[in-house]
């Protein structure tokens, strides 16, 4: 399946950019990262470790929904925790954290298939 995927987050002063590179290395493991001051900027073209998360957490259903409500086109945009990726767990962040969220913006030719791919388990 191709996908772009794209993860923001402010690098706050508290943070270490090496931290926050493994947070989000945690969830896209191929993630590129491009230099910036204040703002950790990566790059990824695969979602199976997202998917994988998802699975085992059994959080499928609420992925979906949270991924369904994402969509926008082709699109799909939504808010990771940063606490809890750095330790390799998926929490959607719908009411904010005073640390700020992962912003994810995934691209794909079928985003309604991109969400039933990241939230079917595994056969």
Known sequence: MDVNVTVRTQ??????REALEEAV???FPDAEFEEGD???VAR???VERLRELIAEQEINETAREQLRDAALGDTL?????KQPATVGR????VGGHELG???VRIEA??????VENITTPPA
């Open 90 to 93: 998926v929490n959607f962040d």
């Open 44 to 46: 990824s073209e695969t």
């Open 38 to 40: 204040d703002e950790l």
């Open 11 to 16: 690098l706050n002063p508290t943070e270490s």
């Open 77 to 81: 945009v939504f808010r990771l925790s």
């Open 109 to 114: 030719e079928d985003a309604g298939a991109v």
């Open 25 to 27: 290395g945690n969830l």
């Open 101 to 103: 969220a992962l912003r």
